[in-house]
């Protein structure tokens, strides 16, 4: 299995799995791209880390005309678990 991590910006990093990409900022994952479907957490953090989910959303589907799921933390965190 191949992990690669991208540093994108000022605390904002994105971590390339097997099975999908998973936005950082800070410490903490906060969005994902998974089987062509991307979740961002319904938790809502700091102005910047919003400013860095807009960007990375734009980054991963530059016609902004994919479907961003709301879903659970738990369910942003699950998905960095490699089976």
Same mark, same amino acid.
């Given at each position: 299995?191949? %992990?690669?991590? &991208?540093?994108? *910006?000022?605390?904002?990093?994105?971590? =390339?799995?097997? /099975?999908? +990409?998973?936005?950082?900022?800070?410490?903490?994952? %906060?969005?994902? &791209?998974?089987? *062509?479907?991307?979740?961002?957490?319904? =938790?809502?953090? /700091?102005? +910047?880390?919003?400013?860095?989910?807009?960007?990375?959303?734009?980054?991963?589907?530059?016609?902004?005309?994919?479907?961003?799921?709301?879903?659970?933390?738990?369910?942003?965190?699950?998905?960095?678990?490699?089976?």
């Amino acid at each position: 299995m191949k %992990v690669s991590l &991208k540093v994108l *910006g000022s605390n904002m990093t994105e971590l =390339v799995l097997s /099975s999908g +990409t998973v936005l950082f900022s800070y410490e903490t994952a %906060v969005a994902a &791209k998974k089987a *062509g479907l991307l979740y961002v957490s319904n =938790v809502r953090y /700091s102005n +910047t880390t919003e400013r860095h989910i807009k960007k990375w959303l734009k980054h991963v589907d530059e016609k902004m005309n994919m479907v961003v799921y709301k879903v659970s933390q738990d369910e942003i965190d699950a998905m960095l678990h490699v089976n």
